[in-house]
C-alpha cells in the first residue's frame, strides 16, 4: 500500500508529458527505422548502423529511502548516432523532479559519526548541497548534459561473443562525472535468448558545501536474460551489483538489485519496461556506511532507493 | 482497482502506440507463385506434403549444424525434379520469408525474400548478396565473412538466411536427394 501510494504521487501528472512526448514522437514514426535494447538497465552491444538517428527517451523512478519521503523521477532524452556500423554516439540530456522530505538519518550533534536516534533530515545525492537539510526538498532541475561513445569490437551474431567499450563522461552544476563500461553479450536459440553484461566503473565529483567537490567511485555490474517468447516480445531479468567508494579509495557498501523487464520492439518504436527492487543483502563496509546507510540489510545512504522503475520508449529515423 | 488507475495511466501511452503502428508493419514481396515463377520461370509445380521425421530431424541439425524449429516443411517439385522449398527464420523482431530453388543436383539455383518485416536489413533483398548462395550445395561452408560476404548494419538477418540455406540444403540432402 505504501509503495503503490508512492508510485501514484509520483506519477501524478506524468501522464500528460509522456502522452504529449508520444504524441510526437509518432508523427515521424511512421517512416522509421528501429534499433532497441531488450533490457532497462543493461546494455548489449547493439548499435545502430551507419548513418542512423536514434531518440530515446527514459523515464526512470527511484523510490523510498529508510525514512520519510523520497521519491525521485530522472528523465533522459537521448540523441543517438551511428557514426559507422560499429561506433555510436550520443547526446543525453539528463534532468529530474525530486521530492524529499526527512529521507536521512540525522547525525548526533553531540557524537560525531553516529545517528540522532529517531531523528531524520532530508538528504540524498539529488538534493542540493546548499539546501537546509531541515527542510522538504521539492525540485524539478536540469541536471546535467552527457556524450556516449561506443565502440563494438566483436558482434554478438559472427563472433563468440559480443564486446564493445563505452564511455560516457557527464557535466552537471551539482556533478561530474566520467563512466566507462565494458560491454558483453552472448545470443542463444536463433538469437531469441539474450545475454548481457556490463562492467562499469565511474569516477564523480559531486558537488559539496561551500563550492567544494568530493570525490567518489562506483564499481558496478549488470547482467540480464532476455527471451523473445512471440513476435516483438522479449521478457527477461536483470541484476544489478553496486559498490561505492568514498573518496574513489575506501571502499563503503555493496548493494543488489533484482527484477523483471518487459520489452516490446516494432519496426518503428520500441519500448522497455523494467523493476528493480533492492534485495535486503546489501553489505555496508566502511563505519560511515554501517551507521548511516544500512537498515534492515538494504543500502541507502546518499546512493540508493528501494524501488526502481524504468521506461524507455526508442524511436529511430 | 481505483487507486492503480492514475498511477498506471502512464502505462497505456505503448499500447496506444503499439496499436497505432500494427497496421503498417507488413512488407510482402513475393506471394508463393510469385516466389516460383521468379525462381523457375515457366515451370509447373506440384506440393509434396512433407513432415519431417525425428530422424531426418537430427540428421538436418548433423549436417548443417542448425536445428530444425520447424518440422513441417512447404515444398514444390517441378516438372524437371527440382525443388522450391519456402521456409522462415527468424528477423530481429519477426520471421523472414523466403525461398529457395535447389536444382536437382542439391545445388542452389536461387533464393528470394519474400516478406520483411524488419527495422533495418532490407539490403538482404539486393541481387548481389542474394547471388552469393547460388550453387551452393550441402557441402558449401555457408559462413558468413567467409563464402559469404555480410551485410554491415544487416548481420543479424545475413546471418539467420544463411542458415536457413544451410539448413534447407541439409534438408534437400537428407530427404529428397537420390542415393
Known sequence: MRFENKV?????????????????????????????????????????????????????????????????????????????????????????????KESVPQEDPNNSGHRLPGSFETGGEDIHADHDPSLPFDSYHFESVSVELIYRILSPYKDPIGLALYLEPEFGDEETEIESK??????????????????????????????????DAKFEWFTGLSYRFISNWSFGLEFWNHHEFADATEHEHSAYFLGPTLHYGAKNWWASLGFLHQLPIGQAISEDNKEFAEHDGYIFGDEHEKYYIRLKIGINF | MKRFGKTLRWLTVPGIVIVMDAPSYAEVYLSVEQAQQVIFPGEGFSEIPLQLSSYQKAE?????????????????????????????VLGKHEFITYAV???????????????????????????????????????????????????????????????????????????????
Open chain 1, 8 to 100: 501514484k504521487k509520483v506519477y501524478r501528472g506524468l501522464g500528460l508529458k509522456i502522452s504529449l512526448f508520444a504524441i510526437g514522437v509518432l508523427g515521424f514514426a511512421a517512416s522509421a527505422f528501429a534499433h532497441e535494447s531488450v533490457f532497462a538497465w543493461t546494455y548489449t552491444t547493439d548499435l545502430l548502423p551507419k548513418g542512423r538517428w536514434e531518440i530515446e527517451h527514459w523515464t526512470t523512478a527511484r523510490l523510498e529511502k529508510e525514512h520519510g519521503t523520497y521519491n525521485v523521477v530522472d528523465f533522459r532524452e537521448e540523441f543517438e548516432y551511428g557514426v559507422t556500423d560499429n561506433f555510436g554516439v550520443s547526446l543525453y540530456l539528463n534532468h529530474h523532479d525530486v521530492n524529499a
Open chain 1, 182 to 215: 565494458i560491454l558483453l553479450q552472448k545470443n542463444w536459440l536463433e538469437d531469441q535468448l539474450v545475454w548481457a553484461l556490463n562492467l562499469n566503473y565511474a569516477l564523480e565529483f559531486e558537488k559539496e558545501e561551500e563550492g567544494e567537490y568530493e570525490r
Open chain 2, 101 to 179: 530453388g535447389i536444382l536437382s543436383d542439391g545445388t542452389v539455383r536461387q533464393i528470394e525474400i519474400m516478406d520483411y518485416r524488419e527495422t533495418y536489413g532490407y539490403q538482404i533483398r539486393d541481387e548481389v548478396w542474394r547471388k552469393q548462395f547460388v550453387g551452393k550445395n550441402a557441402q558449401s561452408e555457408l559462413m558468413l565473412d567467409k563464402d559469404i560476404k555480410n551485410i554491415s548494419g544487416a548481420t543479424l538477418s545475413c546471418r539467420h538466411i544463411t542458415d536457413g540455406v544451410k539448413r534447407l540444403l541439409a534438408t534437400y540432402e537428407t530427404v529428397f536427394r537420390k542415393k
Open chain 2, 60 to 88: 538436418i541439425k548433423k549436417r548443417s549444424g542448425i536445428a530444425v524449429r520447424d518440422r513441417g516443411m512447404r515444398v514444390w517439385k517441378t516438372g524437371k525434379g527440382d525443388f522450391l522449398i519456402v521456409d522462415t
